[in-house]
């Protein structure tokens, strides 16, 4: 399909991933934003010189690309069907960017809803936080139509440093779901080894240093725990209830396609056993680690 030049684009969902993307993402462009917590909205607004827009029933009628950053497929499958419908309001030709955290079956059937009507669809889930949403190097995995993905790429370009083709829609929800569940598992094997080593009089400190200074390392030991683990801070940005649904979808995936996969199974059942034991509302999912300090008496902060 041809670009059509010279439209507007419209950014929804801006939590705490979505305010610094969009941010990245207004550069040279006329942009609209919509959040359900008006006051988000008003403050992605100042921050980009855009316009927040108070019910997606206001959606200007010159808006050709949505970006939609939400929480789950319900909300996304609401925002695009029910009233206003999005898939009602918007011309043929325009692109959709769905870099929510959905389920991949979910994701496929919008798609093809959209293909029908001449709407194209990608899905592009990230990885790298908050941290990374801040600075535009966020890991992209894109699935859709190659000509469709080809399209949006200049539009997550602003937002990562590395964007991948997996394959037709709805894997990128599916390779984003899988690599979380490998994140979480090593998360959690770290946690057990530096709880090994606390009992065996190492430092969790100098177990890291081990650690990230041999093959056992891995994002989590070389970022999480020096910055939110051993620190005591336990402030990723990202919510343990959402890696769950993360791994939930994960491991439905790995029952359909009827795999083995015994250890990151295990790592899953673990962080729902964590999560039942943790008495803040909202943990922060580096929290997890609490689970092992508890099970193991131990500590895995610094000094």
């Known amino acids: 399909m041809v670009e059509i030049q010279h439209h507007a684009s419209l950014f929804i969902g801006l939590g705490n991933m979505g305010r610094p993307m969009a941010i990245n993402y207004a550069a040279g462009r006329e ?4 959040d359900t917590n008006p006051v988000a909205a008003a403050e ?3 921050a980009t010189n855009g316009i927040a827009l108070p019910d997606l029933e206001y959606m200007p009628s010159h808006v050709r690309t949505v970006i939609l950053m939400l929480p789950n497929s319900r909300i996304v499958e609401s925002v695009l069907r029910t009233s206003p419908g999005l898939f009602k309001r918007l011309p043929a ?21 959209a293909a029908a009507i001449g709407i194209d669809y990608v899905d592009a889930p990230v990885s790298g936080g908050v941290a990374k949403a801040e600075v535009g190097k966020l890991a992209i995995m894109v699935g859709g ?12 370009r602003p937002l990562g440093e590395t964007i991948t083709h997996v394959g037709p829609a709805g894997t990128g929800h ?6 979380n569940l490998l994140s979480a598992t090593n998360l959690a094997a770290a946690a057990e080894i530096l709880s090994v080593a606390a009992t065996a009089g190492i430092a969790p400190e100098k177990m890291l240093e081990v650690i990230n200074g041999s093959t056992g390392r891995s994002q989590a030991s070389e970022f999480k725990y020096p910055r939110h683990v051993l620190t005591g801070t336990f402030d990723s940005g990202f919510a343990m209830d959402l890696m769950l649904k993360d791994l939930r979808i994960a491991t439905n995936l790995i029952s359909q396609q009827s795999a083995e996969a015994p250890i990151v199974l295990t790592a899953q059942a ?34």
Do not use: C
């Open 44 to 46: 992605v607004a100042a």
């Open 93 to 113: 030709r325009s692109l959709i960017i769905d870099m929510s955290s959905s389920e991949p079956e979910s994701t496929a059937a919008l798609a093809a809803e």
């Open 270 to 303: 673990t962080a729902e056993k964590a999560r039942e034991l943790l008495e803040s509302a909202q943990p922060d999912h580096t929290e997890f680690v609490r689970y092992y300090e508890k099970l193991n008496g131990t500590s895995l902060r610094a000094g």
């Open 31 to 34: 942009l609209f934003v919509y």
């Open 145 to 156: 139509d190659s000509t469709a993905v080809e399209r949006a790429k200049r539009h997550l």
């Open 174 to 179: 599916a390779a984003k779901a899988l690599n």
